[in-house]
């Protein structure tokens, strides 16, 4: 690994020290919760073409809604409703396009997509963000959308654009969530590069292979799986990536205000934005079932500029990444495109 960091001309902007924002929505793992309104749609109107539900639990929902809003203008009216982790909430809003259906609903949720799948079966549905959609039953006909995870084999392909000299990366995960993506994985891997995984039962056993294997490998890679993605776990990852040296990637920029070295997200808005570009299909006469469990149009990097350093890692300026700089700040790294 290369012994320093290039400097980086940045912007700056505050950001919450480790682990500040662990205290809320553990649904997903980390994300604060929403403090102000994205949209400002008009008046839902009481015959609306499109309905759509947005759970604001989670911010990157709010960010993909915010991308759907600025791209989704058809000839159709637009109702909209927030919910806000109610069950019961939820269930009356449900209820109620059930006795009214809309031409098609559009869901920035998991739980809320769902919910809208099981009750809503005539109507037209696509999600956006939503957390592993196979394995939620997010699938049929009239069902399909944008999911939340960027493929395992993008998230290796960007760490050994980091780390080319990767050799070993580890990962741990329940079988029924997600084996298959590890599958998918594995079979992608370059020449040269081995995935050492752990099927766990639960996050104890987690916690018991995390332990066993962190010395084994260069890197890990913390999977959207709640066997492994929860806060005790976590804490653990980060305390044994800076003690063996083994660079963490995660699958959300919090988890890298939070400790970990990288993360390769979805771009939130143009999630959004490829939402919008579904919906206005499925006016014109598609099926929402066409799009099924599409990947994030986009992705975005976000490296901890100081855990690379305790790393010994060279950020290097072709990489394309929003940069958390040591002094707290978010900066971005040469060749990075603005946004």
Not at 114 to 140: E, F, H, Q, T, W
Not at 206 to 215: N, T, V
């Amino acid at each position: 690994m290369g012994i320093a960091m290039k400097a980086v001309q940045h912007r700056r902007k505050r950001v919450p020290a480790r682990f500040a924002r662990w205290k809320l929505t553990l649904l997903l793992l980390g994300f604060p919760p929403f403090l102000g309104p994205w949209l400002s749609f008009t008046a839902p109107p009481r015959d609306a073409h499109v309905y759509v539900l947005i759970d604001r639990s989670a911010t990157f929902y709010l960010q993909a809604s915010r991308g759907f809003k600025q791209s989704f203008a058809p000839a159709a009216d637009v109702a909209v409703s927030y919910i806000d982790g109610d069950p019961r909430e939820l269930n009356a809003t449900i209820e109620t396009l059930r006795q009214d259906p809309p031409r098609l609903v559009v869901v920035f949720g998991t739980q809320a997509a769902m919910a809208a799948k099981s009750r809503l079966r005539d109507v037209p549905i696509l999600y956006c963000l939503a957390l592993n959609p196979a394995k939620n039953d997010l699938k049929g006909p009239n069902v399909g959308g944008v999911r939340l995870e960027v493929d395992l084999s993008q998230q290796f392909a960007d760490l050994e654009r980091l780390l080319p000299q990767v050799k070993r990366i580890g990962v741990i995960y329940s079988e029924p969530v997600s084996g298959n993506l590890v599958r998918r994985a594995r079979a992608r891997l370059r020449p040269g590069v081995q995935l050492i995984s752990r099927d766990a039962r639960d996050p104890r056993q987690a916690a018991q292979f995390i332990e066993e294997i962190m010395g084994q490998v260069d890197a890990f890679c913390l999977l959207w799986d709640p066997v492994i993605a929860n806060v005790s776990n976590f804490r653990l990852l980060v305390e044994l990536s800076l003690k063996n040296k083994v660079a963490l990637i995660a699958p959300a920029p919090p988890f890298v205000e939070a400790g970990a070295l990288m993360s390769v997200a979805a771009d939130y808005e143009k999630a959004g934005q490829r939402a919008s570009e579904m919906a206005r299909l499925v006016l014109e006469g598609g099926r929402a079932g066409d799009f099924r469990a599409e990947p994030p149009p986009a992705r975005l990097i976000t490296i901890n500029a100081s855990v690379a350093r305790q790393l010994g890692i060279l950020i290097p300026a072709s990489l394309p990444a929003d940069v958390l700089s040591p002094g707290g700040a978010s900066v971005q790294a040469p060749g990075s495109p603005e946004r």
